[in-house]
């Protein structure tokens, strides 16, 4: 198997065949490098005031999940992935520590 196949082929090998590649914890999740949510438009759109009510909503939705789990972001990032693959984006990093309360 380790010849025919890459790292993450094998580890999906071990796992069908009942061996635990990676340590199962049952303890809530504390702490997080990055939240992050991605969304597809289908069909592809150059609308930019449908884009843009589409990016309000979605980081209204998600805006409130940090808050869920007690986080505060320090940074809010949003990028655009066009139908050549190429892609747009901006960030902003937060002037004040924000709460947000769901």
């Known amino acids: 198997m380790r010849e025919k196949f890459t790292k993450p082929g094998v580890e999906i090998w ?5 061996e635990s590649v ?3 914890t049952t303890e809530e999740k504390s ?6 949510k991605t969304k597809t438009f289908a069909p592809p759109t150059s609308n ?5 009510a589409h990016l ?9 999940r940090p808050g ?5 972001p320090n940074k809010i990032a949003v990028f655009l992935k066009k ?4 892609t747009a984006g901006s960030e902003a990093k937060a002037l004040a520590t ?3 309360t769901a």
Not at 48 to 52: C, N
């Open 31 to 36: 702490s997080y490098a990055s939240i992050s």
């Open 98 to 100: 924000l709460r947000f």
């Open 56 to 64: 309000m909503r979605n980081m209204d939705q998600h805006a409130l």
């Open 48 to 52: 930019a005031e449908y884009l843009f």
């Open 14 to 18: 071990q796992e069908l065949r009942g």
């Open 68 to 72: 869920a789990i007690h986080l505060v």
């Open 22 to 24: 990676y340590p199962v």
């Open 83 to 86: 139908n050549d693959f190429g």
